[in-house]
């Protein structure tokens, strides 16, 4: 049993995901960009419509449990994946679920704000409590543990998963699972991939990421394509949650300064807003591939690439993996959008 393998096995673990998720060549991509893309397919990991979240909480909710828990809090933006697919496994262990959302985009559209993620989050019987301040993720957890207070107060036993980036990033080890899984496809593929690109939010998928590929001795390139924060204030938050996710593995950090490569090419105009590379990448692969992408994520890191090609940061011919990580019910929250986009570049 190899030292990563040893170290998460001593983590309790919920194993809801659908596991593990498929690794596809896009040839039609490939041929438009002039790389060749393979798209590991963590869109369909079951859980909720699926996504990168659900191997994030088989761990958080894998503690829950070990804590005799029964209710769950989480905190994130209004048409959160993680705050959807944190409602589903609650249900599925039967604990109740309370979901803070987060007024992080600026709109009175109907569609975003009742639609997509949280029009599931009611269908599936959540309580929900209004954030409005949309950036002040400490502010955000503090919230949640007045809430937490309040349940306590009726003889409950609440979970809080954590959104600030000063509490130990849990979930992560979903993620340095995924890496050993990658790098289990590569060999059964038979392809030696030279760069990887996911989102880069929160961190936890970024950074366990990439740990979870060091400490397996891997040196390919992993891009995190920022849909929050500009690159260089993302580099210093996934640098620092790497010594993190390795202080809870027990292990010294494999990870240097500059592996954590961070682009946020596809960024503007911020969080939850379409630029031109975003709206190209949902249209390409929705066109080209059948496969459809959320506008606040996966659009984006398709876009990062598309975007990185286009600069000569990623040469022609290189062989790139894109984690596809879900979050597929937001297309919905944002179609007055993505039409007007459409109608505009007519």
Same mark, same amino acid.
């Given at each position: 049993?190899?030292?990563?393998?040893?170290?998460?096995?001593?983590?309790?673990?919920?194993?809801?995901?659908?596991?593990?998720?498929?690794?596809?060549?896009?040839?039609?991509?490939?041929?438009?960009?002039?790389?060749?893309?393979?798209?590991?397919?963590?869109?369909?990991?079951?859980?909720?419509?699926?996504?990168?979240?659900?191997?994030?909480?088989?761990?958080?909710?894998?503690?829950?449990? *070990?804590?005799? =828990?029964?209710? +769950? /809090?989480?905190?994130?933006?209004? $048409? %959160?994946?993680?705050?959807?697919?944190?409602?589903?496994?609650?249900?599925?262990?039967?604990?109740?679920?309370?979901?803070?959302?987060?007024?992080?985009?600026?709109?009175?559209?109907?569609?975003?704000?009742?639609?997509?993620?949280?029009?599931?989050?009611?269908?599936?019987?959540?309580?929900?409590?209004?954030?409005?301040?949309?950036?002040?993720?400490?502010?955000?957890?503090?919230?949640?543990?007045?809430?937490?207070?309040?349940?306590?107060?009726?003889?409950?036993?609440?979970?809080?998963?954590?959104?600030?980036?000063?509490?130990?990033?849990?979930?992560?080890?979903?993620? *340095?699972?995924? =890496?050993?899984? +990658? /790098?289990?496809?590569?060999?059964? $593929? %038979?392809?030696?991939?030279?760069?990887?690109?996911?989102?880069?939010?929160?961190?936890?998928?970024?950074?366990?990421?990439?740990?979870?590929?060091?400490?397996?001795?891997?040196?390919?390139?992993?891009?995190?394509?920022?849909?929050?924060?500009?690159?260089?204030?993302?580099?210093?938050?996934?640098?620092?949650?790497?010594?993190?996710?390795?202080?809870?593995?027990?292990?010294?950090?494999?990870?240097?300064?500059?592996?954590?490569?961070?682009?946020?090419?596809?960024?503007?105009?911020?969080?939850?807003?379409?630029?031109?590379?975003?709206?190209?990448?949902?249209?390409?692969? *929705?066109?080209?591939?059948?496969?459809? /992408?959320?506008?606040?994520?996966?659009?984006?890191?398709?876009?990062?690439?598309?975007?990185?090609?286009?600069?000569?940061?990623?040469?022609?011919?290189?062989?790139?993996?894109?984690?596809?990580?879900?979050?597929?019910?937001?297309?919905?929250?944002?179609?007055?959008?993505?039409?007007?986009?459409?109608?505009?570049?007519?």
């Amino acid at each position: 049993m190899s030292l990563l393998k040893e170290k998460l096995s001593s983590f309790p673990r919920v194993e809801f995901a659908h596991l593990p998720t498929k690794l596809e060549k896009a040839q039609r991509l490939s041929d438009a960009l002039g790389i060749e893309l393979w798209i590991k397919r963590d869109d369909c990991t079951g859980v909720s419509f699926g996504g990168n979240k659900a191997r994030q909480l088989e761990f958080y909710l894998g503690e829950a449990q *070990a804590q005799r =828990a029964d209710c +769950l /809090l989480i905190t994130g933006a209004i $048409q %959160s994946n993680f705050v959807r697919i944190a409602a589903a496994f609650a249900n599925k262990l039967g604990m109740e679920a309370h979901l803070q959302l987060e007024d992080r985009v600026q709109t009175d559209d109907s569609l975003y704000r009742q639609s997509g993620s949280v029009w599931i989050d009611h269908l599936m019987g959540a309580t929900l409590y209004p954030y409005h301040e949309g950036e002040d993720e400490s502010g955000a957890d503090k919230a949640l543990h007045q809430i937490a207070d309040d349940l306590k107060a009726k003889g409950k036993k609440p979970y809080i998963i954590h959104l600030g980036a000063d509490h130990p990033p849990l979930g992560a080890l979903g993620y *340095a699972v995924a =890496a050993q899984e +990658l /790098l289990n496809d590569f060999d059964q $593929q %038979s392809i030696q991939p030279d760069a990887i690109f996911v989102g880069s939010g929160s961190g936890a998928t970024h950074s366990g990421l990439i740990l979870g590929l060091r400490v397996s001795q891997s040196q390919i390139s992993v891009w995190g394509t920022c849909v929050r924060r500009n690159k260089d204030i993302q580099k210093a938050r996934i640098v620092k949650q790497t010594h993190m996710v390795a202080d809870i593995l027990g292990i010294e950090n494999p990870v240097h300064e500059e592996d954590v490569i961070t682009t946020d090419i596809s960024f503007a105009p911020g969080y939850g807003q379409m630029g031109d590379l975003t709206i190209e990448a949902l249209q390409m692969a *929705a066109e080209l591939e059948g496969l459809i /992408l959320d506008p606040v994520y996966t659009a984006k890191v398709l876009g990062g690439l598309i975007g990185e090609v286009r600069s000569g940061q990623i040469a022609k011919g290189s062989k790139v993996v894109f984690i596809h990580t879900g979050g597929t019910p937001g297309v919905f929250a944002y179609q007055n959008k993505i039409e007007e986009f459409l109608a505009n570049k007519k």
